[in-house]
């Protein structure tokens, strides 16, 4: 299956859109070959509307940024540092021109999960890349455990018809994992090291 980071023969055609969360605005140019090129993502937004930020503290990572809401929000949100990484060369161009469009200072990262990601994190933030399968989702999930300090959190969102429930079920046997939120299918999770 085609995969929206084989996009190197694509056409570009960047574009630019704004996106308010919560009673902040923000600003975001995306492109073709780039998951959720016209509009915030319905489930990101969901899992960035999710999440509790006054419990996320310290250094934050956004695995499969794209380009760049998740950490660029996060980082906003929280005033805290941010690293982000994805495998797709045009989402990584986007994501830096958006970090600074909206005046976050990222570190932004080519890697295929967390392949050159080092240090460790407080919070790691993904919406994962189903369309890459399962393999890479479990990497990149349960890879967190390795990036993540002791009192660390994961926070992601699925949908159920992409297999919510029985990854619930997996994510159960290595983490303390909370639902935080239910919307249209969407789940959104929240996972502790035990
Ligand atoms: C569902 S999209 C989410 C994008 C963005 N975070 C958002 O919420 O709009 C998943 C992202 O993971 C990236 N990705 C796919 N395989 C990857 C891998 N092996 N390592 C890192 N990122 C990957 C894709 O390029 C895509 O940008």
Redesign the pocket.
């Known amino acids: 299956m085609a ?3 084989d996009n190197v023969n694509l056409k570009s055609e960047m574009r630019k859109f704004d996106v308010k969360i919560f009673d902040c605005s923000f600003s975001f140019f995306s492109d073709n070959g ?3 090129k016209e509009h915030l ?1 319905f489930g ?1 937004r969901l899992l960035l509307e999710s999440i509790p930020w006054d419990e996320v503290h310290g250094n934050i990572l ?6 760049g ?2 950490g660029i929000i996060a980082s906003k949100f929280t005033n805290q540092a941010v690293t982000m ?4 060369k045009r ?1 990584l161009h986007l994501a830096k021109m958006n970090a600074k469009e909206n005046q976050v200072d990222a570190v932004i990262v080519e ?3 967390y392949e050159n990601i080092s240090g460790t994190f407080d919070t790691i933030i993904t ?4 369309r ?1 399968g399962k393999k ?1 989702v479990y990497e ?1 999930l349960f890879g967190a455990k390795e990036y993540l300090l002791s009192e660390g959190q994961l926070f992601l969102v699925i949908h159920k018809d992409q297999g919510a429930k029985s990854l619930i079920k997996d994510l159960e046997k290595e983490y303390s994992v909370e639902v935080l939120k239910k919307n249209k299918g969407f789940f959104v999770i929240k996972c502790k090291i035990r």
């Open positions: 995969q929206y980071f780039v998951f959720c993502d990101t956004d695995v499969g940024c794209g380009y809401p998740i990484c994805d495998i797709n989402a890697s295929n999960c919406n994962p890349p189903i890459a890479i990149i």
